[in-house]
């Protein structure tokens, strides 16, 4: 295979996704009105057909375009996992769209394109690629954030989130130049070798925190958190499910190949702030979710909770951590998308309050939505034998490992805390009556399906974590 050939395959995923959101425009621009359904059914397609390349590449491509871009093992781990957020998110939104009347069209080929977005984020090798990465993905939410015009919720949510959004990439940038200017580049390699033998400065400092700074925002951590809730409520639902897992994921992985190996020589300077930076995160995370009685503020506080536990595993830092975090993550997107869906079924009479009082009783009069939803809660708490208990176990083990006891005491007190909210709605569904009479659900569907499969695989990563773990830390970059 030639170098223009090997280059070609190292980033075929992507060019999948983007060619896929061409044709879905095209699609939808020559159809007639009754027939641009198919534009969900292309995107499907699509985004099933990138995982099964991603899959493929394994072992096969390494660093291409000239080091810019990481198609290593530990890059086609996410493309799988976005890949599967991707089509989960399009199972459950044709009938969520129908229902509000929101046209269909444009819905999609944004969808992977912030998709495409978030695999060049994970992929980047070079400060500037994930810049752009980053961008296009935050452009193509603030637009899914606002695509029900006719809700101002919707409308003030993509506001807000553009605005602290723009304010964010202002600091994330600076942060790039300062870390230019010192070390005279922007691939991660190179920082790396620069800054371990470059005499530490202010303005080396000044750009960690200032890089510190943007990607907080991006996964939501306290001080930095005040977008999420807003923004979480007003969306449309399958788009906060989306949005809850995919781009934090992103950032995430980003974080990895920037803080813990790019910067792992100042790791000094900086731990110390990501400590208390998760402390303060999965606290109020956890505090302010027990006051919610609005399902999607309550998940999105505990969306909050969550990146201060991952960030624990940035804290402690090494491979295991590092695996562990990756673990975490793809637990949290199961349960996470699994327990959005329900809260779209339970939403079914288009009163959009989405209480929690909406779930009395609701267990027995829905079966499979009781069952579901109290995998995904017992998952969330980090009750055994879910993805969500060895998520956590994994990830307070390699803390502990690295000395940072005090740091997996806050967050198992947390961890405590959290099982209250998300246990009242298993009381709620079993223990209390319904108020009033239940909404149908469709016996079969994209909800359905994306109810089963996510919990299935909830209990079976619970049931054989080893395997997935080991998967993790042979895919580590």
Request: hydrophobic share 55%; glycine share 8%; charged share 10%.
């Amino acid at each position: 295979m030639d170098s223009y050939a090997a280059q070609i395959v190292g980033i075929l995923p992507e060019i999948l996704l983007i060619v896929t959101a061409i044709f879905a425009i095209l699609l939808d621009l020559l159809s007639k009105k009754e027939e641009r359904s198919w534009v969900a059914t292309i995107s499907l397609v699509g985004f099933i057909g990138s995982g099964i390349v991603s899959v493929f590449l394994w072992n096969r491509v390494g660093f291409v375009f000239s080091g810019m871009v990481a198609a290593d093992n530990f890059t086609a781990v996410f493309r799988i996992l976005f890949c599967f957020i991707g089509a989960i998110t399009v199972l459950v939104s044709p009938e969520y769209l129908r229902e509000r009347k929101i046209r269909l069209g444009e819905y999609y080929p944004i969808l992977l394109i912030t998709v495409f977005a978030m695999m060049v984020m994970v992929s980047a090798a070079d400060l500037l690629l994930f810049f752009l990465g980053l961008e296009t993905m935050s452009i193509a939410l603030y637009v899914l954030a606002c695509l029900d015009r006719r809700d101002s919720r919707s409308t003030e949510a993509a506001l807000k989130y553009f605005i602290l959004g723009a304010f964010s990439t202002a600091f994330l940038l600076y942060g790039i130049a300062l870390i230019y200017a010192q070390t005279g580049s922007t691939s991660y390699a190179e920082i790396m070798t620069a800054l371990i033998v470059l005499p530490l400065e202010v303005v080396t400092v000044a750009g960690v925190g200032l890089l510190l700074i943007g990607f907080a925002f991006k996964v939501a951590a306290v001080p930095f958190h005040f977008w999420s809730p807003d923004v979480y409520q007003g969306a449309p639902t399958p788009i906060t499910a989306f949005m809850s897992v995919g781009p934090k994921a992103a950032a995430f992985v980003a974080l990895i190949r920037v803080f813990t190996i790019s910067l792992e020589s100042l790791a000094d300077i900086w731990t110390g702030a990501v400590f208390v930076i998760a402390v303060l995160t999965m606290t109020l995370g956890n505090v302010v979710a027990l006051r919610q009685q609005n399902i999607k503020r309550m998940l999105a506080y505990s969306s909050i909770a969550h990146a201060g536990y991952l960030l624990v595993g940035i804290v402690a830092g090494g491979p295991r951590a590092i695996a562990a975090t990756s673990f975490y993550l793809v637990a949290y997107a199961l349960m996470n998308l699994g327990a959005f869906t329900v809260a779209m079924l339970m939403n079914r009479r288009g009163e959009g309050d989405y209480q929690l009082d909406d779930y009395r009783g609701a267990g027995f009069a829905h079966p499979l939505l009781g069952v579901t939803m109290a995998i995904f809660m017992f998952s969330l708490a980090g009750i055994p034998p879910t993805a969500g208990f060895f998520g956590k176990l994994y990830l307070f083990s390699a803390a502990v490992e690295k000395g940072y006891i005090l740091l997996v005491v806050i967050a198992v007190l947390n961890s405590a805390v959290a099982a209250y909210y998300y246990l009242r709605i298993i009381v709620l569904m079993y223990m209390t009556r319904a108020e009033h009479e239940m909404a149908a659900v469709p016996s079969f569907g994209g909800y359905t399906l994306t109810l089963v499969v996510t919990s299935v695989l909830v209990l079976l990563i619970g049931s054989l974590p080893g395997g997935l773990l080991n998967l993790l830390l042979a895919a580590l970059p």
